[in-house]
């Protein structure tokens, strides 16, 4: 009895040991050449054991098999039985590799230790609390299955909600523009530029592709439950040299339903070899479809828009001169910028109130895990970088701080530029705070001051000064809120003292207080709404004219204020009716208030409007509504998908413009009066549709893209002839109001990988303009079209950027346009006694053309990884051929002659040497 006890003993020993080897539950299979995805999510689901495996290794391998009462063990030996696949069970965990097997009392061993536990979810960085206080942590391994939502023992069928932020491991920023999704079934979105993201997917067993520019492309494998949160962090990519990374899917701009849209990333803005420093704007102007009227002119004309009709917006703040130094620098610092988004057709619902483009400049947020920054030293510049947490890592700031010391440069040119001086400074600092889950502040500031002459004693100055609080609040798993608020101000400033009975100080400003509310509905994965509204209030000071010094005799002199209020409401919709065709509708209604005090005056109909023909004059009191324009802007964008590297697409939109800018010189410049429209200036409207087609090539390495386009102006401001705009009180008597079109083609290569890449843009683009409406005065050549100042029908940039090594990078930048449009004298003769001249008509000459070649150099320091300073140089030659471009033309009598002279800005080779430190 005493030896059958222990054998019975013995037995149910070996049982419970077998038995606890073994999934308890026996499982009845039928794969048919089925993933090894597939096989691990079905034996998942039955027997609620995790799998775990490198999804990159396991291959295209199949599986196939029919068997019923078979244990786990069971099935997977027979799966792969003859192969090269071993797998491992531990704590109802299964772990499958390839090449190699596994000691199961290793994997053990590890679970035992919490310091290296590969399953446990407290070793991955912890980033929030949700609602309920449950930490969740961000998803950071590849061959880990994570479980989102309340885990139940079978799978309910059906689809569930997963939303998150995208956060750079290294530093805690979030990162905007990644695509996570389920490629299989063609389901992905892309994170906002807070870094949020929702998506809906089918719930049970999911492989997530995430990738984005600059990071890293990996998986996450999850087992969806319910809806739920998972915050993933992903790592730069530092790739090898020569090395090409290759993306079957990696084709946004072939699966966006977006068309005329460019994004840029710093790190290739910072590739493009610019006079002095990186330039955000220089690299814009490389863009199809993007032009300037000159050496130095940071206006932009996009698709044959005049330079007021771009939207240039820093972190949602509107900046009204985004240039420094004579338009040498742009207003953005480099060191800060995060990414550059410029709609030039499909331009998004939430935006309003130009008939061009809207320049999207977003700063990053600051390293949230430790203090860093950088620093720069160039010949007539420096800046200055620190950014890193407060007091947590729910808290950041980022300061950047940019100034110049050009004396020198300019004490070296010739004697005739002794009176010859130029500053400036500009600063941003940001701070970002989460408060909890649901709820994100972000505080932005910019403020920018230039100080210059030229050859003068006239004092030039101008400053913008911007400030906004945004906070994020997400409502569900599918809606989430965006309320900012914040306050914009501009202003110019001319002054003389050198003789001072004449001493005057001469200033123009404009402010804008403006308070906005976006929402987005995830209805489904396929469906995605947007709504929201805004107010803006604009205050404008037009122009004073004081006395400045003392025992100036000068006359003031005051141009009343202006307000005005501008709202709108709007509805977007996108729409992924199949995977290959798309659509994007949008409907926005925007209204405008033109406010008092004011003293309008009215002009005999039917005449045009001058001083002699004003009939009346009306003053309304503050506050009150003097005139009101509005009306509803239509946004319609279409995507077909022909393959999946090959996509024809089509827009409409429809825009309204309210604000003007009045100048008599082609280029933006300081002394720029901007103007509300009233009760004799109506707003600017204009229409365009756009049909391009998209191809990718050598697994989406090489992108092409070809864009047509054709645009509908009305009331659009030009002059009369001899307009004068600088402190005129009634200035609606030197302007006309036209129609016009404009229409070009747009061609785009663009290789994105390798150790050889860059762009190529070509744009064929017309702008005309016509009056014909002789109730305005003198009608403009006869009525016939002529070209807009700013017409310049070629344009072509070449971007180039080898990197030689790791530590050497060299760069091309070749640019060719068309010389833009001038009036010029044709003729001089004797009336009356005096001297008269003719004119040809209006822009029907042109400046010589425009070529300049730029070469640059980067050179990093070593790419130690403990060490705490990163230093580099940029080396490089603007104006490689010493080509005098023209920016101006202007004409002098001599000897009862009148000749034509050209000035330069850029006539000779500039070398430029830039020291950058990172720490």
Do not use: C
């Amino acid at each position: 009895m005493k030896q059958l006890y222990i054998f019975i003993s013995l037995l149910l020993t070996a049982f419970q040991v077998v038995h606890g080897q073994q999934s308890g539950k026996l499982l009845n299979v039928n794969y048919q050449a089925v993933s090894i995805d597939k096989m691990a999510a079905d034996l998942q689901q039955q027997t609620n054991y995790h799998f775990y495996y490198d999804a990159s290794k396991v291959g295209d391998f199949k599986v196939t098999m029919q068997g019923s009462d078979l244990t786990l063990e069971n099935v997977l030996n027979i799966a792969f039985k003859g192969t090269d696949y071993h797998y491992a069970i531990v704590n109802q965990q299964v772990f499958i590799t390839k090449g190699r097997t596994i000691e199961p009392g290793l994997l053990t061993n590890l679970n035992n230790n919490a310091n290296t536990n590969v399953n446990a979810a407290a070793n991955a960085p912890l980033d929030y609390t949700d609602d309920k206080g449950k930490l969740v942590s961000a998803a950071t391994l590849e061959n880990k299955i994570y479980d989102i939502g309340i885990r139940t023992n079978t799978i309910i069928p059906g689809r569930s909600i997963i939303t998150g932020y995208i956060h750079n491991v290294k530093t805690g920023e979030p990162v905007s523009g990644i695509y996570i999704g389920r490629e299989d079934i063609n389901v992905g979105v892309h994170s906002d530029q807070f870094g949020y993201y929702s998506i809906t997917l089918p719930r049970g067993q999911n492989t997530l592709t995430i990738r984005g520019v600059g990071m890293k492309t990996t998986r996450r494998q999850i087992m969806l439950f319910s809806d739920g949160k998972l915050n993933i962090d992903l790592q730069e990519q530092v790739l090898a040299l020569k090395e090409v990374t290759i993306n079957a899917k990696n084709a946004t701009n072939v699966q966006s339903v977006e068309m005329g849209v460019d994004k840029l990333d710093i790190k290739s803005i910072k590739q493009v070899p610019t006079a002095f420093e990186p330039d955000i704007l220089r690299v814009v102007l490389t863009l199809p479809g993007v032009q300037s009227v000159g050496e130095s002119s940071t206006g932009l004309n996009v698709r044959g828009g005049s330079a007021d009709q771009n939207l240039i917006l820093l972190n949602d703040a509107t900046i009204y001169n985004p240039s420094h130094f004579f338009g040498f620098f742009s207003s953005f610092d480099p060191d800060i910028v995060k990414d550059v988004e410029l709609y030039k057709s499909s331009i998004p619902e939430r935006f309003g109130g130009r008939l061009s483009s809207v320049l999207d400049i977003t700063n990053r947020e600051g390293n949230k895990k430790e203090i860093t920054g950088s620093a720069g030293i160039g010949l007539i510049t420096s800046r200055l970088n620190i950014e890193g947490p407060i007091v947590n890592d729910k808290t950041s700031f980022i300061f950047g701080g940019r100034t110049t010391y050009a004396d020198w440069l300019l004490n070296a040119l010739p004697k005739e530029y002794k009176n010859s001086g130029a500053n400036f400074y500009d600063m941003n600092f940001d701070v970002s705070h989460q408060i909890d889950e649901k709820n994100n502040l972000y505080l932005t500031t910019y403020l920018s001051h230039d100080n210059f002459k030229l050859n003068s004693d006239t004092t030039y100055r101008y400053n913008n000064k911007n400030i906004s609080l945004k906070w994020k609040h997400v409502f569900s798993n599918k809606l989430f809120a965006l309320v900012t608020g914040g306050y914009d101000h501009y202003d110019y400033g001319i002054s003389s003292t050198t003789v001072p009975v004449r001493g005057y100080d001469l200033s123009f400003n404009i402010n804008q207080t403006y308070f906005k509310t976006d929402f987005t509905y995830y209805l489904s994965s396929k469906h995605t709404i947007d709504f929201g509204v805004s107010l803006m209030y604009y205050k404008l000071h037009p122009g004073t004219y004081e006395p400045d010094g003392v025992g100036s005799l000068t006359v003031p002199q005051v141009v009343p204020a202006e307000q005005a209020l501008e709202s709108a409401v709007y509805l977007g919709d996108h729409y992924d009716i199949t995977p290959k065709f798309s659509v994007n509708f949008g409907l926005r209604y925007s209204l405008y208030n033109y406010l008092g005090p004011a003293t309008v005056r009215d002009y005999a109909p039917g005449l045009p409007k001058t001083t002699t023909n004003q009939i009346d004059s009306v003053t309304y009191g503050s506050g009150k509504n003097i005139k009101t324009y509005g009306g509803p802007e239509y946004r319609l964008s279409t995507r077909y998908s022909i393959t999946d590297e090959l996509s024809i697409k089509a827009s409409y939109n429809t825009l309204r413009q309210y604000i003007h800018l009045l100048s008599n010189t082609a280029a933006i410049s300081p002394t720029d009066v901007w103007k509300l429209s009233d009760n004799n200036i109506k707003p600017q409207y204009g229409d365009q549709v756009s049909f391009g087609i998209y191809q990718n090539l050598q697994s989406n390495t090489i992108e092409l893209s070809a864009e047509v386009y054709y645009k509908r102006l009305k009331d659009f401001l030009d002059f009369k002839s001899g307009a004068d705009v600088v402190l005129n009180p009634h200035v609606e008597t030197d302007v006309l109001e036209t129609t016009g079109k404009a229409y070009g083609l747009e061609l785009f290569l663009k290789k994105s990988a390798g150790a050889l890449n860059g762009w190529i843009s070509y744009t064929y683009s017309r702008t005309l303009l016509q009056d014909k409406d002789p109730t305005q005065g003198d009608i403009i050549n006869n009525g016939a079209y002529y070209p807009a100042n700013f017409d310049k029908p070629h344009a072509f940039n070449f971007i180039g950027n080898y990197r030689v090594s790791h530590r050497f990078n060299f760069s091309v930048n070749v640019v060719y346009s068309t010389g833009r449009p001038i009036t010029v004298p044709e003729a001089k003769y004797f009336a009356e006694g005096a001297e008269r001249v003719i004119y040809s008509d209006r822009n029907a000459y042109r400046i010589p053309d425009y070529f300049r070649t730029d070469i640059g150099l980067n050179i990093d320091g070593n790419h130690k990884v403990h060490q705490k300073f990163h230093n580099s140089w940029s080396v490089g030659i603007y104006n490689l051929t010493g080509r005098q471009n023209p920016y101006s033309v202007y004409y002098v009598t001599q000897g009862g002659t009148i000749s034509g002279y050209q000035l330069s800005i850029f006539g000779s080779i500039i070398p430029y040497v830039n020291y950058n430190i990172r720490f």
